[in-house]
């Protein structure tokens, strides 16, 4: 191998040396960096990506250890039409997955990987995926050709040296290959293997695509391990709510990208719920697993936040703004002459003049957005002021609530809760949201997205939801389901929710739910807050009205739920356990 090496090669794990040489014969990188995740590392990666032009230092004294990086304007999202789930046969990733031969679509990425880092230095990046110790933490090994993808690494994963002394000499470890290429849409390929624990991405360098601890080994490749090995890999937050005396009560919630998981994650609580506090586990991967007290256990396997920045404010979320105010790397969002950064939603007004994400001269009278609405902040979980304890706890959570969320102006009450688990797998596994800029599509359509996984199940959907029925069997005392949605819209087209801290008022009465408290009433959807279920003091502007319209439900629109629902039930008729057709049945027969 004719690369200069620099970093030392901090393993002689047999697996990663040998495959590392594999990957530097086909892509000829002109040197080899092994990372160790030291701050040494960190500084000098950074001073060389300021150089290089693709991290612009923002104003230390205003954002100490802050950097803004642009993307190609081609690549500012997940793209779900390029990604693979690659298996021997194609049942096995199911009609809801892109699928390809893993023999055809290794010769093809192959091809275009050849050479490919030529004159570019490669980053051979360990990480791990959950807390050190933790019987469900996985060990990532990321290969890729950009400095932006390893340092934004290092804040979501726990990147080093840690990860080769958990790893020891085992093979098991997941391989995720990284090539920008020329960042162009017609090359960009995010293919999974499971059947080979290995990822490999290619054409682009936006964060859900390339960050491969996240969507790729977290989600899809982690979907398919939970079900071999019985766990469960999920698209939640993780939350703990500390009543006055105490009490926590850990809550796992599912809603679509960008639908407001950071938003909930961080709640504060309004200033009636004195002594309450939320405390922020995780804002987007949960991986659960049946304890010996058969309780479901629960970790956030990332680091930090990867969130979306439009509407990010101190009115919406507090305690993400202060997560970002240090060591954050910013894409895609506004450059404000004073070198800090701006986003449609934020706290501070429009500036008079600013540089878009694209870098083009803006001021308030231009007709496109400031911030991309996908633009992100990559901030340490560390820097949030209500990161729980537990968050580093090798044993985890146990979870007693799990929330399904979409995004719905119509039909969906603010909350409901499932009446036993196979109800609320139903219920999940119709979830239908409207679209956000997550993700490249249609704005706004309603689209099914079980469990909020359709983009990041990893196998046959039908056999997911079966693993879900199935897990219960393991777990004797089983979180309680429930459903919320804090979007739904009156006919004047204002929400009537208000929302953000607020959902601590619903979110009480799921936890006194969970505790056998909280009254409620049985309704066909299943059960919903009884008469003065909720504490509405301090709301005194908030016209009570708006919450019985927020929880009404109306038939004709729920025929229609149903009859979508059934073009995913069509789809995975070959795979799709009968309960939840009965479950189906059961409701249809309840209106
Ligand atoms: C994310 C997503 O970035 O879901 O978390 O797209
Ligand atoms: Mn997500």
């Known amino acids: 191998m004719s690369a200069k090496s620099s970093g030392a090669a901090n393993t002689t794990n047999p697996t990663v040396t040998a495959w590392v040489d594999e990957v530097a014969h086909l892509t000829r990188p002109e040197r080899i960096h092994w990372c160790d995740g030291s701050e040494a590392e960190k500084e000098a990666l950074t001073k060389l990506a300021v150089e290089l032009g693709v991290l612009t230092p923002l104003n230390q004294t205003k ?22 789930i690659c298996t021997s046969n194609p049942e096995d990733a199911g009609p809801t997955n892109n699928w390809m031969a893993p023999r055809d679509m290794y010769a093809k990425l192959r091809a275009l990987c050849e050479g490919a880092m030529r004159g570019r230095t490669m980053y051979v990046v360990p990480y791990l995926m959950g807390p050190p110790g933790s019987p469900l933490t996985k060990v990532g090994v990321e290969i890729t050709d950009s400095i932006y993808v390893v340092l934004s690494m290092r804040i979501m994963t726990r990147m080093g040296s840690a990860a080769y002394a958990q790893l020891g000499n085992s093979p098991n470890f997941n391989r995720g290959l990284h090539c920008m290429l020329d960042v162009h849409p017609d090359r960009r390929f995010i293919a999974h293997f499971p059947e080979d624990n290995a990822v490999i991405s290619v054409g682009s360098n936006y964060g859900g695509n390339v960050l491969l601890g996240k969507k790729c080994l977290a989600l899809r490749i982690g979907s398919w391990l939970g079900r071999k090995e019985g766990w469960m890999a999920e698209h939640m937050l993780i939350l703990g709510v500390e009543s006055p005396t105490g009490e926590k009560t850990f809550v796992a919630a599912a809603f679509p990208s960008a639908c407001g998981k950071t938003n909930f994650a961080m709640l504060v609580p309004p200033p009636a719920f004195k002594g309450w506090k939320v405390w922020t586990i995780g804002d987007d991967i949960a991986w659960m697993k049946p304890g010996p007290d058969g309780k479901l256990y629960a970790i956030n396997p990332e680091a930090g936040y990867f969130g979306v920045a439009p509407g990010t404010s101190m009115k919406s979320n507090p305690n993400a703004m202060k997560s970002i105010a240090r060591d954050t790397i910013f894409t895609n969002v506004a450059l404000t002459p ?7 939603g934020h706290d501070a ?3 008079k003049e600013c540089l878009d994400w694209r870098g083009q001269k803006w001021t308030p009278d231009s007709k496109e957005k400031a911030a991309h609405p996908n633009s992100r902040f990559c901030a340490p979980a560390a820097n949030n002021p209500m990161l729980a304890p537990e968050a580093s706890d090798p044993n985890g959570v146990p979870i007693s609530a799990i929330i399904f969320g979409a995004r719905r102006s119509t039909t969906m009450p603010l909350v409901y809760q499932a009446f036993n688990w196979i109800h609320g797998v139903y219920v999940g596994a119709t979830m239908g949201s409207e679209m956000t800029a997550a993700a490249a599509g249609v704005l706004g359509q309603v689209r099914l997205d079980p469990m909020a996984m359709l983009p990041f199940c990893g196998y046959n959907m039908g056999e997911y939801f079966l693993h879900w029925l199935r897990m219960r069997k393991l777990i004797t005392h089983p979180p309680r389901i429930f459903h919320v949605n804090w979007f739904r819209k009156g006919e004047d087209g204002k929400f009537l929710w208000p929302g953000f801290g607020e959902n601590m008022r619903v979110l009480k009465w799921i936890v006194d739910r969970c505790r056998g408290g909280a009254n409620a009433e049985e309704t066909p959807l299943g059960w919903v807050p009884g008469p003065n279920a909720f504490d509405l003091t301090g709301m005194e502007d908030f016209n009570v009205d708006d919450l019985a319209r927020a929880q009404s439900f109306n038939v004709e629109e729920w025929r229609n739920e149903v009859v979508k629902s059934n073009e995913l039930f069509l789809k995975l008729y070959s795979h799709l356990p009968k309960e939840l057709i009965f479950q189906r049945e059961l409701l249809v027969s309840r209106f």
């Open 63 to 84: 954002r100490p250890g802050c950097y803004y990086h642009r993307s190609n304007a081609n690549d500012v999202a997940r793209v779900e039409q390029c990604t693979f």
């Open 338 to 344: 004073d070198g800090d950064v701006w986003w449609e």
């Open 349 to 351: 007004p429009p500036p």
